[in-house]
Each structure stands twice: as C-alpha cells, then as structure tokens.
C-alpha cells in the first residue's frame, strides 16, 4: 500500500471512550432498543439522524448501497418511501432481502439491521405522499430515479412543468411508494476503547428474540 495514504488515513484514528453497552441494557425487542438509542441520537443533536445506508442485491449478484430517510418505526419494523422503478425498487422487487445501517459516529454507535422488504399499502403511501413538502411532492413526479438525464436544466425543466400541470393538490405518482422492513437480526455497536467494542445482537427465533454478543 502506498505510505502516504496508509500514513492519511491511520492520521484519522480515533480512540473509542463512550459508555459500553452490557446485556442487561438491552429492550426485550430490538425496535424498543432502536427507539432508545434513536432518541439518544435526537437529543446528542446528530443531523438527520434518520439518515440510514440501504443494501440491496442485482439479480446478478451485484450489492449496491445509498443513504435513505427512516420515516417511521412501529412493532413491524422500518418504514421507508422511494421511487419504485429506481435502483433499489426493481432490486426489491427481485430480492426483497436488504440491509439497513445507521452509522451515528459522534455518539459512537452504529444500528445493522437485516430484514426482508415488502411493499406499503396504498393507503399508507397515499397517506405520507400527502403530508410531504410541495416541493418534494412534484420532485417525485419530476425524477424518473436513477435513470441516465442528458442536463441539470432537463432535471429543472421536468420540475418546472409538474408545477404547471399540477397548480394544486398534487397526487400520488402510481411508480411511487414504500417499504416496510421486518427484521430478522439486528445488532447494536457501541465503541470502546482499544477497539474492544460492543456488539450486541437479536436474532429471530421463532415467535420470540434470542440476543447474543459478537467479538469486536
């Protein structure tokens, strides 16, 4: 490896210091556990810390990742909405086995869940679509996401005249919808010191959460 980029990034080392993580802090289910720490988050100020990595999988094999918003928890699982003919929509619908991350470094904690997708209701879709931003609601109409655009300006005139045909209420677009994400593993990873981190896991066993720890 190059010396001058082995030196940049070993520059970059952190020691670990927060408060470990021990099994006896543990929610009897991974969503109270997740609502915990999330609030944990909030109240740190970490910015959006809704922000989560969603992994899916080509058909071919090939793993592709992206940052998405949560936009909601319940006893089900996670919730969140995208356009369904992007990138991550067509690899769900082929293999709807995907994974989230929320990486919350200032707190030194990081959430993996693994979990199968299944498409919202309408109802629900219809439901957020409504309560979203203008500007975010003709965005979705605008955006054929994740395919190739020649321009900016194309981009811009496409938003420019979803303004126009809908001057009003603006529904929503049928290529368009959500997911929800039952988990079936999901860990916890506190940092510590000498890189003796924790990590603690639930499992899916059946009707019930089994918990185990992992070795840093």
Not at 91 to 117: D, K, S
Not at 179 to 208: I, K, S, T
Request: hydrophobic share 40%; charged share 25%; aromatic share 12%.
């Amino acid at each position: 490896m190059d010396s001058v980029r082995a030196d940049r990034f070993a520059a970059t080392r952190h020691e670990y210091a927060e408060t470990g993580l021990v099994e006896t802090d543990l929610a009897p289910d991974p969503i109270t556990q997740f609502a915990r720490w999330y609030d944990d988050a909030v109240a740190a100020g970490l910015y959006e810390p809704n922000a989560m990595v969603v992994s899916t999988v080509s058909a071919d094999g090939r793993p592709s990742s992206r940052y998405v918003l949560l936009k909601g928890i319940s006893e089900r699982g996670f919730v969140f909405f995208t356009n369904l003919g992007s990138r991550k929509g067509a690899e769900l619908g082929h293999l709807p086995a995907c994974a989230l991350l929320f990486p919350w470094h200032p707190v030194e904690r990081q959430v993996r869940v693994e979990g199968v997708a299944s498409e919202l209701p309408r109802s629900e879709v219809d439901a957020y679509f409504a309560s979203r931003p203008r500007g975010a609601q003709l965005g979705a109409w605008a955006s054929h996401q994740s395919t190739v655009v020649t321009s900016r300006e194309e981009l811009d005139r496409r938003f420019a005249a979803m303004a126009d045909r809908f001057p009003d209420e603006v529904p929503t677009p049928d290529f368009w919808g959500g997911y929800l994400v039952v988990p079936q593993a999901v860990e916890f990873w506190q940092g510590r010191p000498g890189r003796m981190h924790d990590r603690l896991a639930y499992e899916r066993v059946g009707d019930h959460w089994a918990t185990y720890r992992l070795a840093p």
